[in-house]
């Protein structure tokens, strides 16, 4: 597509900058997943509590009332050791968790695409998943 004035060449590539995760409490939310990651503590900026993920996105937490809040899905590409780490947190809080997105394999994990993977649920009820592997796996 042509656009006037426009020069696909020198055009940057498109990446998520930032999101913004509705939340019960921001200061909460952010603090579970910072926690749970051993991510840096969030900082607040403005009505939103935002964590830096090491890609540069970040997560603008923002409360809202509970029932404005639309649950989403959240994935996340971490390393074996982030996922031993997060994983052991989760075991060790009593968490709820299941190994796929429909909740029908609980307190497990999953291997798909020669990785692991979890599923959970945050404070404002989102849902989130670790996974050390891409989906369809890493490309050869």
Avoid: C
Wanted: aromatic letters at 10%; proline letters at 6%.
């Amino acid at each position: 597509m042509e656009v006037p004035g426009h020069d696909w060449e020198d055009s940057l590539s498109v990446e998520l900058n930032h999101t913004i995760v509705h939340a019960r409490n921001n200061r909460e939310s952010a603090d579970f997943f910072t926690e749970l990651l051993g991510l840096e503590t969030a900082k607040a900026w403005g009505p939103f509590v935002a964590v830096t993920l090491s890609n540069g996105v970040t997560l603008d937490y923002a409360t809202a009332p509970e029932d404005q809040i639309t649950p989403q899905h959240y994935a996340f590409l971490v390393s074996e050791e982030e996922f031993d780490a997060a994983y052991k947190r989760i075991v060790e809080r009593g968490m709820e968790h299941w190994a796929d997105p429909h909740r029908k394999q609980p307190g497990t994990i999953n291997h798909n695409d020669g990785g692991r993977g979890v599923y959970f649920l945050d404070p404002a009820g989102h849902a989130m998943e670790l996974l050390t592997v891409p989906y369809g796996g890493w490309p050869s």
